[in-house]
């Protein structure tokens, strides 16, 4: 057995529980060296080392998104990691790679294959561990009530789901879940070894108080309860490997929002509001919140924000327009981008299929993958841009003597 396996493991495990930014030096196969010459490692590295990832703006070679070379005659192979399951510039990504490797002395054919791993982001808070196998975590948040965040938490998570990654979804909102609904579950979740096993819908896994209680009853909770309860879903849960965690949250800034801010590092939290100025002045106290506690805050997705006739496609701002867009200025943060009135939104919330997985083609379905891809990206430059320490470099071993 390989010696490093051991260590190789342990590492594993680290970055995956907590989230460790683990360096690697790319690894290099030369099948068969060019015709009339040498070609190193640092050779193709160098020649593609103006290649950026444009969410980031920062090098491949430096982002270290190139885990693999191969080297065939006069055939290379790169393998690109990217940050994110939706990542709009992959085809540029490509272009680039093909147009640099290609002009290297020997080199013919470039080939790129590309892999995905979503890295580990948070505000990386001392007294916050993270939760275990879970790389990113998303709370979906508003001031006001009945603006759409189960909705866009619901759709979020299978969009992103849909893009490829592993995605859980956790109803935090204790006092009214929507989440069973919305997402068609109702069954008794599971419990083994001591951990609950969450459902799955949509491809999705996830979890609701919902699941444990009558749904007719009044949920009243004491504060200490809520903490306690929270808590018990972000390390009684079996998540295990998540790329994103989606958590649906009350509306207003209280228990639930405060026990997630203090218990784990979140990657970030997203504000939902409707145009209007009552809903945005609600809107603004919860981005307060979360900016206070030193959240960060990934942007403002304006929620119902016109409808189109079905039967002439004029577009009526029914709450107005535009002041999610506004707002986000106003507090620079980014505006993620918005989702119109739809009537098959409020039917599929009700039947449980989200119109994501409904009507993926729908115009309302595009709206909701661009939000995720604006979310993945926003997290994917977090990550790639503030990595958690501590930082562990491994290096391949050198013969000695
Ligand atoms: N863009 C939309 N078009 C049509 N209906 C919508 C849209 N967004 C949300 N709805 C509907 O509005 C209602 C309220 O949405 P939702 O439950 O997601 O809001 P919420 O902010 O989570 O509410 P609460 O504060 O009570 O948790 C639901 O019936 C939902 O289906
Ligand atoms: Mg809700």
């Not at 009684?236 to 203090?262: A, F, K, M, R, S």
């Not at 709450?319 to 506004?326: A, C, L, M, N």
């Not at 009507?359 to 990595?387: G, I």
Request: glycine fraction near 10%; aromatic fraction near 4%.
């Amino acid at each position: 057995m390989d010696p490093s396996w051991g260590i190789v493991r342990y590492l594993k495990e680290k970055e995956e529980r907590f989230g460790l930014h683990v360096e690697k030096e790319p690894i290099v196969t030369i099948t068969q060296p060019p015709i009339g010459g040498e070609l190193t490692k640092e050779r193709v590295l160098e020649a593609v080392a103006s290649v950026q990832e444009p969410a980031v703006g920062r090098s491949l070679v430096e982002l270290r998104m190139i885990p693999a070379v191969e080297i065939d005659g006069n055939r290379l192979v790169l393998t690109v990691e990217l940050l994110s399951p939706i990542a709009p510039y992959r085809d540029t990504i490509e272009q680039e790679l093909k147009t640099a490797a290609g002009a290297i002395p020997g080199i013919e054919t470039v080939d790129v294959t590309f892999l995905t791993r979503v890295r580990a982001s948070g505000s990386g808070k001392a007294d916050a561990d993270p939760i275990a196998g879970v790389r990113n975590t998303i709370a979906v948040a508003s001031g006001k009530g009945g603006v759409g965040k189960s909705t866009v938490a619901a759709n979020l998570a299978v969009a992103l789901s849909k893009a490829g990654a592993k995605v859980g979804l956790l109803d935090a909102d204790v006092y009214g879940p929507s989440i069973p609904l919305m997402m068609g579950q109702g069954a008794k979740p599971l419990v083994r070894g001591g951990k609950i096993v969450p459902l799955e819908a949509h491809g999705v896994k996830v979890m609701s108080i919902g699941f444990l209680l009558d749904p007719d009853k009044a949920l009243i909770w004491r504060g200490p309860l809520v903490a306690q309860l929270i808590t018990q879903f972000l390390n009684d849960v079996l998540w295990e490997d998540l790329d994103y965690l989606v958590i649906d949250l009350p509306p207003g800034t209280g228990d639930v929002q405060l026990t997630l801010t203090q218990k784990i590092p979140l990657s970030g939290a997203v504000i939902v509001t409707t145009p209007q100025e009552v809903a945005l002045a609600d809107a603004v106290k919860g981005l307060k919140m979360f900016q206070e506690v030193k959240t960060p805050v990934i942007g403002i997705i304006e929620n119902m924000s016109g409808f189109a006739c079905p039967c002439c496609g004029t577009v009526t701002p029914i709450f107005g327009e535009g002041g999610g867009k506004r707002t986000a200025a106003a507090h620079g943060v980014p505006f993620l981008g918005d989702v119109p009135i739809d009537p098959r939104i409020r039917e599929g919330g009700d039947t449980g299929s989200p119109i994501v997985a409904a009507f993926p083609d729908s115009a309302t379905a595009k709206a909701f993958a661009h939000l995720a891809e604006a979310v993945a990206v926003q997290l994917a430059r977090d990550a790639a841009t503030k990595p958690r320490k501590p930082m562990i470099k491994l290096m391949q071993a050198r013969p000695t003597g």
